[in-house]
Nanobody, 128 residues
Framework: QVQLVESGGGSVQAGGSLTLSCEAS????????MAWFRQAPGKEREGVAV???????DYDDSVEGRFTISRDNAKNTLYLQMTSLNPEDTAMYYC??????????????????????WGLGTQVTVSS
């Protein structure tokens, strides 16, 4: 059974940095895309960054150049390095694993085909 456990959230001041981690179990790297989503109070959940099973990455425009997604397949761990944080980044951040059944097109923020699994989230709060 797929399980995802996020960690690394916290409170920082604007301009600061945080690195989120997501430990995954029962994942085969070659068949899963991994992603970070976030949800701010009163807003819908939105995709932040994606890394597909081939290692290609995609980012939402709001975090491009500030956030870096990576994965360590040997450790089954997903990371999100966040720099130059601003108050608009305040949200609950969720790790997602997407089991693919079709291949040939890389996963992106707007293309995550398959079965989705979610972690419980980790809170990030950025103060001005």
């Amino acid at each position: 059974q797929v399980q995802l456990v996020e960690s690394g959230g916290g409170s920082v001041q604007a301009g600061g940095s945080l690195t989120l981690s997501c430990e995954a179990s029962a994942i085969t790297a070659s068949t899963y895309c991994m992603a970070w989503f976030r949800q701010a109070p009163g807003k819908e959940r939105e995709g932040v960054a994606v890394i597909d099973n081939g290692g290609s990455t995609d980012y939402d425009d709001s975090v491009e150049g500030r956030f870096t997604i990576s994965r360590d397949n040997a450790k089954n761990t997903l990371y999100l390095q966040m720099t130059s944080l601003n108050p608009e980044d305040t949200a609950m951040y969720y790790c997602a694993a997407v089991r693919r059944f079709t291949f040939g097109r890389r996963c992106t923020i707007n293309y995550l085909p398959g079965t989705h699994y979610w972690g419980l989230g980790t809170q990030v709060t950025v103060s001005s």
